[in-house]
């Protein structure tokens, strides 16, 4: 009979699982939610995690992936701080026989056999609905638009994805025009300053665009610190949808939240005892998405949790 699953249930290894997972860091509410989930998975899916978190350090996070090697782990995962300097880690860990799953984030390294498993959002979408939904706010009026971006930490995934589709979506029509940008490190703290710096340097700010709700949240308050009405003027659009952005738009400070899932704890479990099993695994798990406004954001936010 043909075993669809791959699973060589007579060889099938003994548990426990163990699976050693590197996080980013604790840099705001998104990745607080998304570490959340995957311990909550963890446990329900009776799976020994091994946690440690890279505090936004690329060396310290290929560090610990080698410790997890050291340590015989059953499969490592890793949300990676950012997409280079992954290579040598990955075929040490090939070489050891541990499977290997991306969570949240992606790599740059050519050879996709290092990874069986990516999970995820599709971060360049988030960028063109983000610009779809900013466009269409000015129909009927005429003139560009001066948008200013508040990036993420250079080198990740989400920073360069999410201003690639930004970008690529305001180029078709033109309305849209990126006078400026700054990088505010995902953070609140982060998010002021740049908003700061971006005011002093832009007479004309209609719209910011904001990498992520945290970011998105702090420009508010240099915004206002300088007089201005931010969700109206400057309108604001933010992705990840948190609880704090959901009420920042039920506040009207915010205009748009373009959601980005954090919880990707189950399928993530569901992937790693797969491997454990010796299974097939999808190359490629896709998170949902959605936007809110200040009108939807209400509903919304009565069930969420993070
Ligand atoms: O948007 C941001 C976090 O990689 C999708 O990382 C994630 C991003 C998220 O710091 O808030």
């Known amino acids: 009979r043909d075993e669809p699953t791959g699973i060589d249930l007579q060889n099938a290894p003994k548990g426990p699982i163990v699976l050693g997972f590197s996080q980013v860091g604790a840099e705001g509410g998104w990745r607080r939610a998304n570490t959340a989930s995957i311990r909550k998975a963890a446990e329900r899916n009776r799976i020994d995690l091994n946690f440690k978190d890279a505090e936004g350090d690329p060396a310290k996070q290929i560090a610990d992936v080698h410790a997890f090697i050291d340590a015989k782990v059953s499969v490592i995962a890793f949300a990676p701080v950012v997409e280079t300097g992954w290579g040598e880690v990955l075929r040490r860990a090939r070489g050891a026989g541990i499977p290997v799953v991306l969570t949240d984030r992606l790599i740059d390294e050519k050879d996709t056999s290092l990874w069986a498993s990516s999970i995820g959002a599709e971060f360049a979408s988030e960028g063109n609905l983000a610009a779809i939904y900013l ?15 508040i990036l993420g930490v250079t080198g990740a995934t989400p920073t360069k994805l999410r201003a690639q589709g930004f970008a690529a979506t305001a180029a078709k029509t033109g309305r849209l025009k990126i006078i400026d940008e ?5 953070t609140k703290d982060g998010g002021e300053s740049a908003m700061r ?9 209609d719209a910011v665009f904001a990498q992520n709700d945290d970011m998105g949240l702090g ?7 300088a007089g201005k009405k931010p969700g109206t003027a400057p309108k604001i659009v933010t992705v990840d949808g948190t609880k704090a952005a959901l009420q920042g738009l039920v506040d009207r400070k915010l205009t748009f939240v373009v959601e980005c899932s954090p919880e990707i704890g189950e399928p993530l479990m569901s992937v790693v005892v797969d491997l454990f099993h010796g299974g097939r695994v999808p190359k490629r798990i896709e998170s949902d998405k959605a936007v809110f406004d200040m009108e939807t954001a209400g509903d919304a936010l009565l069930d969420r949790t993070y």
Do not use: F, P
């Open 219 to 225: 420009a508010v308050i240099a915004l206002e610190a």
């Open 182 to 186: 700054e990088t505010g490190d995902w």
């Open 135 to 149: 466009e269409n706010d000015y129909a009927g009026t005429s003139g560009t638009v001066n948008v200013v971006e």
């Open 197 to 205: 710096r971006l005011l002093r340097r832009n007479k004309r700010i």
